[in-house]
């Protein structure tokens, strides 16, 4: 494989981009709900107390999945 081969990528568009994202998450968020709760509480208060402001953003969208057992 030369240099050309590995610099030429596919590109997506925004909606591909966004619809992939979204399959993502989904998926995320079966595995994170399939969980059990001590595993989940550990994850979601690890990224809470995070400094780093992406990580608190998705704990919080992760909080709407740590519905009581």
Known sequence: M???QLI???TS???ELEKELNSLKYALCLVYS???MEDKNAIYN???SSLDFN???LASHLNSFRVPE
């Open 2 to 4: 030369n240099k050309k």
């Open 8 to 10: 030429k990528s596919k």
């Open 13 to 15: 568009s925004k909606e």
């Open 34 to 36: 399939r969980l059990p």
């Open 46 to 48: 690890e990224m809470i």
């Open 55 to 57: 990580d608190r953003d």
